[in-house]
Structure formats: C-alpha cells, structure tokens
C-alpha cells in the first residue's frame, strides 16, 4: 500500500473511531451517571426511614438496567444485521438520552410516592434496552472499517469509552457540587448532570448522522449475502450457538466482573464501606481511571501482537488472586481503630432540628481527629414524635447514622494506587475483548452474535455485582464477622475463576480474523 493510501485510510479510520467512540461515550455517561449518585438518589426515590434497604434498592434499580441489555442485544442486533449498523445505532443513543433526561425530571418520593421508583425503574430498563443494541453497533462498525491485523488497537478506542463515560460521568458530578451548597445539590442540583446529557446526544447524533454504512456490511448486503433471520441464524444453528456460549462463559462472563470490580464495586465501597467522604471517593476513582485509561490502547494493541486469549485470562487470573489483598489494603488505608486520635480535638454537638414532615429530630454530631490528618465525624438522627423517640417494632429508638472519613493526602495516594491496579486488571479483560467478539462470528450474523454473549456477561453477571456483594457484606457485618468487608469478594472471584477454567481449555491461542 502506497503512504498516500495508508494515510487516507488512517484519516478515514479516524473518522469513524471520533463518532462511534463520541456516542458511544455519552451513553455509557448516561447509563453510570445512576450508578454514580446512587448515595444520593436512594434518599430521592426510595422511602427513607431504612437508608440501607433504601441504597439496595437503588443497587437494585441500577442493576435493573443491565439486566434487560441482553433484551437489548437480541432486539437492535437483529435490526443491525438486517437494516445495518450506522441507522440502528443511531437510534439506540436517542432512546438513552431521553430516558437519562426524564430521571432527572421525575419528582422524589415524597412528592409521589411509590410512582417515583417505579418512574425511574422503567426509565432505567430503557437506558439498559439502548446500550443492549449500542456497543455492539458500534464494536462491530469500528471493527469492520479496522485492517486485518490491526482490529485489537483500532476497536481498543470503543473500548475507553465506557471508563471515559464514568469519568465525565464523576467530573461531572464534581463539578456541579463545587459550583452549588450542600444545600442546594441535595435538593435540586443532583439533576443537573442528568440533564447536561441531552446537549451532548444532540451533538453526537448530528455527527452520527454523517457516517456512512460499514464497507463490510454493505459489501454483503449488495451481493445478497446478508441473513434474513438473524436470531435463528444464530442461536438456532448449534454450531454458531457453540461459540455464543463459548463467548460468553469463556471470555465475556469474566471480563465482566472484573470490569464491575474495578469501577463500579470500588466507588460502592469507598464510600459504603470505608465511609470515604463522596467528593473524595469520586476524585480518587476519577485519577485511577485516568491513569488507566491508556492501557485499554496498549492491550489492545498487544492483542494483535500476541493474542487476545493470553492478555485476558491473564488479567482474570491477577484478580482472582489479588482482590482479597488490594481490598483489605485499601480498608485498613482508612481503619481508625488502627490510628492514633488527637484525643483533645474531639467533640460531640447536640441540636434538635424540625424536620421535613414539621416534626423534631435530635441530631448528635461526634467528630474526631487522628494524628495523620484523618478526620472522622458520625451524624446520628434521632427521629421524636411529641419530644419522644420513635419506636421500631422491637422498641428500638429509630435513628439514622451517616458516617464520614475525609482522609489526608498519604492515603489518598494509596488508594488511588489501589484502585489504579484494578482498573489495569479491567485495560487486560477489556482492551481486546471487541476484536475478540467480533472475529468469533461472520458478518451476516455478527451484530446478533457478539452482542447478546458481550452483554449477559456484563448485563447480568457484571450489572448485578455492586447489589450482590454489597448484600454480602452487610450480611457479613451483622453476623459480626471481622472480615466482613472482604465477603462482597467472593461473587467476581468464583465468577471469574469459572471463566478462566473455560476459557484457559476451549479459547483458541491465534486470534481468529477467517470470519469475512
């Protein structure tokens, strides 16, 4: 090829990488802006006289949305390989960024009531519907404008833009938090970055609107070679659903663990677990994830070199056995039992406050302070009816506890380091995983095929761990176990170690580029 040539096709290239990655982005930005204020919105749709069931229940509503993506998949799969990839695409980003909007205009519950939950239940099944059919769109559509060879680096630059997504999604966050008071990002402001989100799908879908159809899918469709039935293609033929199956307990089941681990668990325990002031907690994962995010290029690059089978068992097998270690380092980074207290600095305030239903609440405010710089304060709300606390049923006095740990500069830096070599777990299973999906199935099939494997794995085995182990480890809390925080653990580490078995036995060693 003549360097004229290379250099168009290169320009050409980067074309489509900008718009597919550009969408691509913003919907991944749209979906985790949920999982990102989670804290915050389990006091804004849920009942908020129990904040744990209210914050499992936000869990729960946020891993609704992965569920319903292998749905997504079959449905606009299907629409790609009938109609193609750029139109159905195309839709997939109008459909999310008008459900992320509309979850920021639903009214709380106490506005009305058990309608908002359900309100943002539906609107969240759609966002996961739109990125069932998204990624695999535009997986397939960078893949298909890639030179053979050169798919694991070019289809590497989809695959940063779903931490790219949760990054902006954070910064996002941050920002409208600096620019408010507490105040007023607890009542109103937190529907600010849900709305930010409609001017950038507006933007992404007029530079979608531009792209031309895959030269591959076209190619087929001109010659007649494209399937009629999509779904019966590939999941009816045995030998195409053998490699589905593979895809998906072999490579995509794991990766998605790993994947939840990293970003999505991390940012949970930070802040559930080790109490880590949100603002903090948010910084932290958002320079991990920027330090990490060139690894997805590099791995995806090594995959052409080397494979993609080795890159990603091996980032399944460091997880495996390095998530018991890196959590309990990054917990006892911020453990205050394990500091010293500057005993004279510590205080206990006590008010009594109206609260929103014009009743009393007693309010005990306990700060302390440790010769490292840590700080640690513990709200307790009384809830009193006619100046007497309220009962439970088992006599309890009704009381809520929010503890926060602002940490020094040290820690910080240590969880960040902690954090950071998850994420480059997540660069290993992630970066080649697209070029992998994408060369295990022909092109009449290909959007269908790669799609529903890619989003079970993540969807449901991925999408259901931030609830998942967060149960386990408030189970584990309860039962008085002093390790509780580690039990959360277990789910990604038997889920990953599974794929690892399947894959290290049936996952071919060469990357297969024969399916054209």
């Known amino acids: 090829m003549s360097t004229t040539a290379s250099v168009k096709n290169t320009k050409g290239i980067?074309?489509?990488?900008?718009?597919?990655?550009?969408?691509?982005?913003?919907?991944?930005?749209?979906?985790?802006?949920?999982?990102?204020?989670?804290?915050?919105?389990?006091?804004?749709?849920?009942?908020?006289?129990?904040?744990?069931?209210?914050?499992?229940?936000?869990?729960?509503?946020?891993?609704?949305?992965?569920?319903?993506?292998?749905?997504?998949?079959?449905?606009?799969?299907?629409?790609?390989?009938l109609i193609g990839r750029k139109y159905t695409f195309m839709v997939t980003l109008l459909l999310m960024g008008g459900a992320t909007f509309l979850i920021g205009c639903v009214p709380a519950y106490e506005t009305i009531g058990f309608m908002a939950p359900l309100l943002v239940l539906i609107l969240r099944l759609l966002q996961g519907l739109a990125l069932g059919g998204e990624y695999g769109g535009a997986a397939t559509y960078v893949a298909e404008h890639a030179p053979l060879g050169e798919r694991g680096y070019w289809t590497s630059w989809i695959q940063t833009t779903a931490t790219f997504g949760l990054f902006i999604s954070l910064m996002v966050i941050l920002a409208t938090r600096a620019s408010l008071t507490p105040e007023q990002f607890d009542?109103?402001?937190?529907?600010?970055?849900?709305?930010?989100?409609?001017?950038?799908?507006?933007?992404?879908?007029?530079?979608?609107?531009?792209?031309?159809?895959?030269?591959?899918?076209?190619?087929?469709?001109?010659?007649?070679?494209?399937?009629?039935?999509?779904?019966?293609?590939?999941?009816?033929?045995?030998?195409?659903?053998?490699?589905?199956?593979?895809?998906?307990?072999?490579?995509?089941?794991g990766q998605g663990v790993v994947w939840y681990t990293?970003?999505?668990?991390?940012?949970?325990?930070?802040?559930?677990?080790?109490?880590?002031?949100?603002?903090?907690?948010?910084?932290?994962?958002?320079?991990?994830?920027?330090?990490?995010?060139?690894?997805?290029?590099?791995?995806?690059?090594l995959s052409d070199k080397i494979g993609r089978k080795a890159i990603m068992m091996a980032g399944m097998l460091l997880a495996i056995l390095l998530y018991r270690p890196i959590y309990?380092?990054?917990?006892?980074?911020?453990?205050?039992?394990?500091?010293?207290?500057?005993?004279?600095?510590?205080?206990?305030?006590?008010?009594?406050?109206?609260?929103?239903?014009?009743?009393?609440?007693?309010?005990?405010?306990?700060?302390?302070?440790?010769?490292?710089?840590t700080q640690w304060q513990q709200v307790k709300t009384l809830h009193l009816q006619d100046g007497k606390p309220i009962l439970d049923e088992k006599g309890v006095a009704k009381s809520d506890t929010k503890t926060t740990v602002t940490i020094n500069d040290s820690d910080k830096w240590s969880l960040i380091f902690w954090i950071f070599i998850q994420v480059i777990f997540v660069t290993m299973v992630y970066g080649p995983i697209a070029a992998f999906l994408v060369e295990m199935f022909p092109v009449r099939i290909r959007y269908t095929s790669m799609s529903l494997p890619y989003h079970i794995g993540n969807g449901i085995f991925g999408g259901l761990l931030p609830a998942i182990s967060t149960y386990f480890v408030v189970n584990a809390k309860e039962t008085g176990d002093p390790e509780f925080y580690l039990e959360g653990l277990w789910y990604p580490i038997v889920i990953a170690a599974i794929s690892f078995c399947i894959g290290m036995v049936y996952l071919k060693r060469k990357n297969n580029i024969e399916n054209e």
């Open 328 to 373: 309990k380092a990054m917990y006892e980074t911020t453990d205050v039992s394990l500091k010293t207290e500057v005993i004279d600095k510590a205080k206990i305030v006590a008010i009594t406050k109206e609260n929103k239903h014009q009743q009393l609440d007693s309010i005990y405010t306990s700060t302390k302070e440790f010769a490292d710089g």
């Open 262 to 301: 990293g970003q999505f668990y991390a940012m949970s325990f930070l802040k559930t677990v080790m109490f880590v002031e949100s603002s903090q907690a948010d910084g932290l994962l958002g320079l991990a994830l920027l330090f990490g995010t060139p690894f997805f290029l590099f791995f995806g690059w």
């Open 187 to 253: 009542e109103w402001g937190w529907r600010v970055p849900f709305w930010v989100s409609i001017l950038m799908v507006f933007v992404s879908y007029v530079i979608r609107k531009k792209m031309d159809e895959s030269p591959v899918f076209a190619k087929a469709k001109a010659e007649g070679k494209t399937s009629t039935n999509p779904l019966k293609e590939s999941f009816g033929n045995r030998y195409n659903l053998k490699f589905v199956l593979l895809a998906l307990f072999g490579a995509a089941m």
């Open 14 to 81: 980067w074309k489509v990488i900008t718009a597919s990655s550009l969408g691509t982005l913003i919907e991944w930005y749209d979906f985790y802006i949920f999982g990102s204020l989670a804290v915050v919105i389990s006091t804004k749709f849920f009942p908020a006289d129990n904040p744990t069931a209210a914050f499992l229940s936000t869990l729960a509503t946020f891993a609704a949305g992965f569920v319903v993506r292998p749905f997504g998949a079959l449905f606009f799969g299907r629409l790609g390989d």
